[in-house]
């Protein structure tokens, strides 16, 4: 595999940070710094709450739902200003910062094709299955009348088929996450038009 985004490496992280989070507030400061881009910042904000809605629907406790927010808001935080350096930039950030190594390891593996890092727990594999799928739900609304109204998982897979449509989103990516997380990607559409945060 060549991409220029490969991280070269699979552990993330201390053992010791875990059970070490940043606060919501410090979590959007940090966003509020970095990301000047209106649409990533709001992708981020919903990945994020369909990771946390996700995790509460398993009944996770509290913390591990503050996890899951965590990741879905921060995957993509060095996008805006260091395309470059993603998802370097923001795994070193969190590093610094002493965070949980659960929370970094599953932005690491947020895209295995481009950074090489295999998901292997079920929040990784979430956020890999939630991230592709949770923008082209939201591009599929804004080009309904009525958004998110009414809106069924038969519609979303139509236009899945339909190559041009939202061609930036990799039909192959969302497949695979789906294989990975064991989970038809009817049900995955299904909880995301459930619970898309929407504008
Ligand atoms: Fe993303």
Request: hydrophobic share 40%; net charge negative; proline share 3%.
């Amino acid at each position: 595999m060549e991409s220029i985004y490969l991280l070269n490496r699979t552990e993330f992280g201390s053992e010791s940070n875990l059970g070490q989070v940043m606060t919501l507030e410090e979590a959007m400061e940090l966003l509020s710094l970095w990301v000047k881009n209106d649409k990533l910042l709001f992708h981020m904000k919903q990945v994020g709450h369909l990771m946390k809605a996700y995790a509460a629907a398993k009944g996770y406790d509290e913390y591990m739902q503050h996890m899951w927010h965590l990741a879905g808001l921060l995957h993509d935080a060095d996008w805006d200003q260091w395309p470059d350096q993603h998802c370097r930039k923001i795994i070193e950030e969190l590093e610094s910062r002493n965070i949980d190594p659960r929370i970094i390891r599953t932005i690491a593996c947020h895209g295995p094709r481009y950074f090489g890092v295999e998901p292997v727990t079920e929040m990784e594999k979430m956020l890999y299955a939630f991230d592709e799928l949770s923008g082209f739900v939201h591009a599929y609304s804004l080009m309904r009348p009525q958004g998110y109204e009414g809106m069924e998982v038969s519609g979303v897979k139509k236009r899945l088929k339909d190559k041009t449509f939202a061609a930036q989103v990799s039909r192959e990516d969302i497949a695979d996450a789906s294989e990975r997380a064991g989970i038809p990607v009817e049900d995955l559409i299904s909880f995301v038009i459930a619970n898309q945060l929407r504008a």
